[in-house]
């Protein structure tokens, strides 16, 4: 049984900083692809950023250059440092992960709250 565990969610006035962690255990295959999506009260949940085993990363053009995803893969962790924070970031971000068998795992989410 494959968990995520996500830490580093709370708080921050805009323009601030926050770290989220999210590590993964359990996990009997390789795990390809590890990211952050995010879902804000009555919206749909959406991609923020991922990362693959190679390093290979994707954003979310409304977090690009603010938001930066990074990966310890011999520790199946990935951090994501948001930089200059707006109250439209505000959600519950969720880590997620894909083995290279085509599973995907949710973690169970961090609230993340901008005040303005």
């Known amino acids: 049984q494959v968990q995520l565990v996500e830490s580093g969610g709370g708080l921050v006035q805009a323009g601030g900083s926050l770290r989220l962690s999210c590590a993964a255990s359990?996990?009997?295959?390789?795990?390809?692809?590890m990211g952050w999506y995010r879902q804000a009260p009555g919206k749909q949940r959406e991609l923020v950023a991922d990362?693959?085993?190679?390093?290979?990363?994707n954003y979310a053009d409304s977090v690009k250059g603010r938001f930066t995803i990074t990966r310890a893969n011999a520790k199946d962790t990935v951090y994501l440092q948001m930089n200059s924070l707006k109250p439209e970031d505000t959600a519950v971000y969720y880590c997620?992960?894909?083995?290279?068998?085509?599973?995907?795992?949710w973690g169970q989410g961090t609230q993340v709250t901008v005040s303005s």
């Open positions: 990362i693959t085993s190679g390093g290979r990363t």
């Open positions: 359990g996990s009997i295959f390789p795990l390809h692809t």
């Open positions: 997620r992960a894909d083995d290279v068998v085509g599973r995907t795992y």
